[in-house]
């Protein structure tokens, strides 16, 4: 069965393991043993209280409990940008118009933004790709939702989640080739390497403080303008499912784009509900998969099954309440998975 829960300390070489896997522009799990060890901690701290705002972030392990192998992590980061400043590049129009000569043109521009800064963000989502099958990649991604939804005054009001950009089979960015190049005089997995191991003041120092027009650009970056790494489009689209949009604001090295919601306006945040565990010796199957968590902050457990549900009460398989770590009695939050369910 698999599983979702916090990281924890132990989980370390494992976490490094899949960060060989990622491949260029993944910017959020680089290969650095140090900032992971690093990352892990100030995700406990989190957890454990000891964090202000600015360092706040969670990590979520998919764990493969017939091996007990970590095979997959996704994370939040409560409010972004108020220790190092939160970039993106804005796509805007500039109108350009003479009544005399009878010209008016609207072109779109590029402008650095810090708009986000203070939003959550859904980050760090990446999975083993000998387990990219049987819904895990829509239980790694969900399962942050569902915990949203069961501990709301601890986020802004917004989020958002930055998509990987487009780059070919050897790590090429056409966007970078065609802006950020100019700028920084790096390789676009140097410069994304700095920037996932937190390096970021070569950004404010070197990135052009003006608007400039997308069609200053090579036909090839402009297609590229928000739209994502192949590899990246099934979390696209989870995330679109989810009720998260693309409204205009691209990463300044890939142009990928930032998808962003209202916490209250997601699905599963609106339409979760409360049912109360009941254990049977045989699985009760219902009508459609589930998504289901326990409401243990510190030892947050979150699941996909079929139970069966009524009004009240879940019914749970003893070995689907251990992986929750749940007894009968105790409150769990559930949703269908899928946004064309029924709800319940």
Request: charged letters at 25%; hydrophobic letters at 40%; one cysteine or more.
């Amino acid at each position: 069965m698999m599983f979702i829960r916090p990281i924890q300390k132990e989980d370390l070489a494992a976490l490094l393991q899949l960060a060989q896997k990622t491949g260029t522009g993944f910017t959020s799990l680089p290969h650095n043993e140090a900032h992971l060890e690093q990352r892990i901690d100030r995700m406990i701290a989190t957890w454990e209280g000891g964090n202000t705002l600015a360092d706040q972030g969670y990590l979520f392990a998919l764990v493969d409990s017939e091996t007990n192998t970590l095979v997959g992590v996704s994370g939040i980061e409560v409010a972004i940008g108020l220790n190092d400043p939160w970039y993106d590049f804005h796509v805007g129009t500039q109108v350009h118009a003479s009544k005399e000569l009878g010209i008016y043109r609207q072109m779109k521009k590029l402008s650095l933004s810090n708009d986000h800064t203070g939003n959550s963000e859904l980050c760090t989502l990446f999975l083993d790709p000998d387990y990219r099958k049987d819904k895990n990649g829509q239980l790694l991604s969900k399962c942050r939702l569902l915990f949203l939804a069961a501990f709301k005054d601890k986020f802004p009001k917004r989020i958002i989640a930055e998509m990987r950009g487009v780059s070919d089979e050897n790590g090429r960015s056409p966007f970078w080739e065609s802006l950020g190049r100019h700028f920084f005089t790096l390789d676009f997995d140097q410069a994304d390497y700095l920037t996932g191991i937190g390096s970021k003041s070569f950004i404010a120092e070197l990135m052009p403080k003006h608007a400039f027009y997308v069609d200053f650009l090579t036909p090839s970056a402009q297609q590229v303008i928000a739209e994502v790494h192949p590899n990246t489009l099934p979390a696209r689209r989870i995330l679109e499912s989810e009720g998260m949009r693309y409204e205009g604001y691209v990463d300044i090295f890939d142009a990928g784009p930032t998808l962003e919601a209202y916490t209250d306006d997601l699905r599963i945040v609106k339409k979760s509900r409360m049912r109360q565990v009941t254990i049977v010796e045989s699985a009760l199957l219902g009508e459609q998969p589930l998504l289901i968590g326990n409401e243990k902050y510190q030892d947050f457990r979150a699941i996909i099954c079929n139970s069966q549900v009524d009004a009240a009460h879940i019914y749970l398989s003893q070995a689907e309440a251990d992986a929750l770590a749940v007894v009968s009695g105790e409150q769990l939050r559930v949703v269908p998975l899928f946004e064309k369910e029924s709800t319940l």
